[in-house]
Structures are given as C-alpha cells and as structure tokens.
T-cell receptor
Framework: SQQGEEDPQALSIQEGENATMNCSYK?????LQWYRQNSGRGLVHLIL?????REKHSGRLRVTLDTSKKSSSLLITASRAADTASYFC???????????FGSGTRLLVRP | DVKVTQSSRYLVKRTGEKVFLECVQD?????MFWYRQDPGLGLRLIYF???????EKGDIPEGYSVSREKKERFSLILESASTNQTSMYLC??????????????FGEGSRLTVL
C-alpha cells in the first residue's frame, strides 16, 4: 500500500528558481520524512517533521505539514543543477517501525 | 558517518536460482529494512527486522525470505528467482526510536536482473 503520494510526478525548472513538491497521505502519522535519490543511487534523508510540528527548515529546504489536510510540501529555494534528483516523502503510520514511501517527484534543474 | 553496505551493486541471475543479497550496517542500529524499487511504484517494503532473529513481513513478502543472525547483518533471500523479481533492492537501517520510526540510512542499492 502506498501511503504518501507526491505531486507533481516530474518538475523542470531553471537554476535559481524555487521548486515545490507536495505529498498527500491517507492515515494518521507519527512523522513524515523527505528523502532525495540521485539516479541509480540509494536514498539520502533530508528532513523529518513530526506530527505536532507545522514547519521545519534545513538550509535551502523548507518543509510544511498540515495534518488536517494530510499533506506536506517540500520547498527548495534558489535551486541548483546539483539539486536534480528524485524526491520522496515517507510517512510513519502511528507508532510503526515502518516507513511507507510514495512514488516520488523527479526534479530537473536546468543550468 | 553511518555506513550501510550492500554486497553487490549489480547481479545477473537465471530463473530458478537462489539469490542472496547481503547488507551490513556499522552503527549498531536496531532496525533494518529491505525495499524494492520499481519505476512508477516507488519503494515497497519487503521485510524488516527490529532485533536480532526478529523479522516482520512488509507489504510484498511473497517470494522472499530474510535472515538476521547478527545485529549488523540483514540478508534478503530469493529462494527461486523469477523474472518479476528483476528490480533495484535497497537496504536501510535506523536506530530504535520510541513512538515510531526515525531516519533511515540507505545502502547504494543492488540492481538484480533475472533472466
């Protein structure tokens, strides 16, 4: 079962622009996490936001969480060509040990 | 830095072969996971383990088994490989976290092709 669904599936922007990706999920969560994956590589954790938090920042990343709408967004500001990657949200239902991933957003940042 | 090492980056096997995918982590993490990743389907959880000799089925355990004899090592076994098991396999580990899973640390992945 897929808990998180990202939107859009693909995004192409110019270097310097901001990139926004959205994630919707279905059931109550303990936390929500965002990961990045360069082509053919493993995933790298970016940020974790807990269910009682509304916004979190890490460098050029800003994540928001709206539990009433069961949605989250990831904003990358002042994008760089090196940000080109796939981005996944992952949710932790309840007190589970499991992370359930969405199908990802492919981001292309054009130089 | 946490390191999760998967034994093989690329494997080619024949239908019916037994396949072992090995994963080792060096940070004394309690939890370990095996996912498979297919285009358009994201990552799907096959099995996970929250302690030595403990395992739980994920969302797609059919055709797979796992072994965790030591805390640092989590093996995924395909008893009789089939072509629909051609995929990227990702191992991950995480520390125990009260109240739910925390950050996962992933290996680089093992791309398996079954002919």
């Amino acid at each position: 079962s897929q808990q998180g669904e990202e939107d859009p599936q693909a995004l192409s922007i110019q270097e310097g622009e901001n990139a926004t990706m959205n994630c919707s999920y279905k059931t109550s969560i303990n936390n929500l996490q965002w990961y990045r994956q360069n082509s053919g590589r493993g995933l790298v954790h970016l940020i974790l936001i807990r269910s009682n938090e509304r916004e979190k920042h890490s460098g050029r990343l800003r994540v928001t969480l709206d539990t009433s709408k069961k949605s989250s967004s990831l904003l990358i500001t002042a994008s760089r060509a090196a940000d080109t990657a796939s981005y996944f949200c992952a949710t932790v239902p309840g007190s589970s040990y499991k992370l359930i991933f969405g199908s990802g957003t492919r981001l292309l940042v054009r130089p | 830095d946490v390191k999760v090492t998967q034994s093989s980056r690329y494997l080619v096997k024949r239908t019916g072969e037994k396949v072992f995918l090995e994963c080792v982590q060096d940070m004394d993490h309690e939890n370990m996971f095996w996912y498979r990743q297919d285009p358009g389907l994201g990552l799907r959880l096959i099995y996970f383990s929250y302690d030595v000799k403990m395992k739980e089925k994920g969302d797609i355990p059919e055709g797979y088994s796992v072994s965790r004899e030591k805390k640092e090592r989590f093996s995924l076994i395909l008893e009789s490989a089939s072509t629909n098991q051609t995929s990227m396999y990702l191992c991950a580990s995480s520390p125990g976290l009260a109240g739910g899973a925390g950050e996962l640390f992933f290996g680089e992945g093992s791309r398996l092709t079954v002919l």
